[in-house]
């Protein structure tokens, strides 16, 4: 399985950006995807994620401003965040595996920068 991640960037605070994962098959119509994050000096951690149904949970720190979908056609899934905040600054990690681990396999990370 190869994940690409992409859409990283540098934004001002109260931007938006929006990443894509593109998988290498048809990986993500049976499996979650999901995008993990980790701060400089900071653990990971899991942001968003979606089940194959197209359920989908997220941290508190991003409800309501990150939004997790799915493209099973162009097997892609995507994480459109609004309202960045400084402290949303990390490296985001898109990956798949089950509803609750989405963690089997890893994609090599996009950088997103917030600030002024």
């Known amino acids: 399985v190869q994940l690409q991640a992409s859409g990283g960037g540098l934004v001002q605070p109260g931007g938006s950006l929006r990443l894509s994962c593109a998988a290498s098959?048809?990986?993500?119509?049976?499996?979650?995807g999901g995008w993990y994050r980790q701060a400089p000096g900071k653990q990971r951690e899991l942001v968003a994620v979606?089940?194959?149904?197209?359920?989908?949970n997220y941290a508190v720190a991003v409800k309501g401003r990150f939004t997790i979908s799915r493209d099973n056609a162009k097997n892609t899934v995507y994480l459109q965040m609004n309202s960045l905040k400084p402290e949303d600054t990390a490296v985001y990690y898109c990956?798949?595996?089950?509803?609750?681990?989405?963690?089997?396999?890893w994609g090599q990370g996009t950088q997103v920068t917030v600030s002024s």
């Open positions: 990956t798949v595996g089950s509803y609750y681990r989405p963690n089997d396999y």
């Open positions: 979606i089940s194959a149904g197209g359920t989908t």
């Open positions: 098959g048809s990986i993500f119509s049976i499996n979650a």
